[in-house]
């Protein structure tokens, strides 16, 4: 019998929010795991490392309230998984030894006789102070710096926290976890000797596009984020450090930071644009092109194929189109042979290119590649009479079978794909379009004009007006602007050339004013 393959635990730091902030250790643990057991600090956006076929574990723990597992759940999960002969990766928030109970997991594994070991991360103390534009330590103001826990209540006699030694013991001070109980900590170092005149920041969300930062001394910083309605994640920074946020505060200062930019990707560009606009510090919500599905039933074009010499013309009017009448040709049983009586046309180069993929070569190429430039091509042939199969998307435009009916032929169209739009997605869109969150809306593609609208729902133009109308609206070029305008919305930014980085260009600069 063959021995078991052992597993082993790999406890990962995730860094403190940006994803860019994981290790190429950590990154390549991922690449290769099969279990992910992540928690609530650890971005979601590093799980796109994982292979698909992972299992992916989420642990919670949000602000100690809810927890999704309890401490003991998770070490003997990780136990578990490892003895299964699983490779697994515990993503943990930050530095899995600072302050995230790494510590205890892995004394657990110890004790179990689980192989593991430990992969540090930015700890979002530093990211914190970093991304505020606080150097933690400095020549001039302080040397040294303590990492603390506001998690326990000072007050407590055997609380861990020596605050009469801490209060000046350390130049800088950070505190975790320390939100709640801010009033008695400031409190508590005042007490003990720290001048209450001492700047204070507190940073939530550090690092990320949520990132809000507000400063204080020890006497103002509980009503300033009070006011502020700062919850935690933050921390809070202690010392003189502190004021050099006025010169080197970076993250924040970037032209787009804070503003919220609806993106839809779409295959071609893949995601430059929300590269280029989050380089510039833009909170993006990108939502996907619509997903293509098969329709719910081919009883149309199976009847179709059927009688496919009694056509006169097949037209194929999208990439799709032609993919998916192959994939139902040869769920029939049939192939490409079944096809020698119609004559095919391709509405442009790469739809003629694919059909040459699967063995047919197209008869007719439009001059325009347009369902109108094709149209006209066709009439030029005279249709009266003809036969004409469109297989092509459930909703698509008329403009082609009308055109042809108009002009005498027998036109089917059997829908042989459909356009669905993901609806996880959209909820959000509408929410955020709704509560005022969205500050632009930015659009590459006529397609992505109507992908938005389908997916705002906006069935009739006063609900999208509405919606919209604090919104600013970035169109990449004519065209695009002219499907914004011809759904009643305004165009207010375009660039002068019509490419990705002249579109960032232009909304940097729009915003820059
Ligand atoms: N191991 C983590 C800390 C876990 S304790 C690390 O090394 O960073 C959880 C606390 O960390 C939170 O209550 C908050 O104080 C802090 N924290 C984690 N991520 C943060 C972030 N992105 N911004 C601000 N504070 C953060």
Redesign the pocket.
Known sequence: MSKKRNGKVYLV?AG??DPGLITVRGKFLLERAEVVVYDY?ASPKLLKHVPKDAELIYAGKK?GVKHTHTQEEINQMLVNWAETGKNVVRL?????F???RGGEEVEVLSKSGVDFEVVP?V???T??ATYAGIPITHREYTASVAFLTGHEDPTKPDSNIDWAKLATGAGTLVV???IKNLPIIVENLVAHGRDPETPVAV??????PEQRSVVGTLETITDIVRESGIK????IIVGEVVKLRKTIDWFEKRPLFGKRIVVTRTREQASDLMAGLEENGGNCLEFSTIKIEHVDSYEVLDEELERLEEYHWILFTSLNGVKYFFERLYAKGMDARSMKGPGIAAVGKATADLLLEYGVRADLLPAVFTGEGLAETLLDQGVEGRNVLIPRAEKAREILPETLRGAGAQVTVAPVYKNVAPEGKREQLREELESGKVDMVTFTSSSTVRNFLSMVDAGNGSELKRLMHEVTIAAIGPITAKTVTDNGLQVDIQPESHTIPDLVHAIVEFYSK
């Open positions: 730091g403190p929010g600090l602000g943990k928030g930050g530095d899995p600072i302050f995230g991360g700890t979002s103390a990211a914190a975790y976890m320390g940073v939530r969300w550090a690092s990320t935690p994640p933050a921390l």
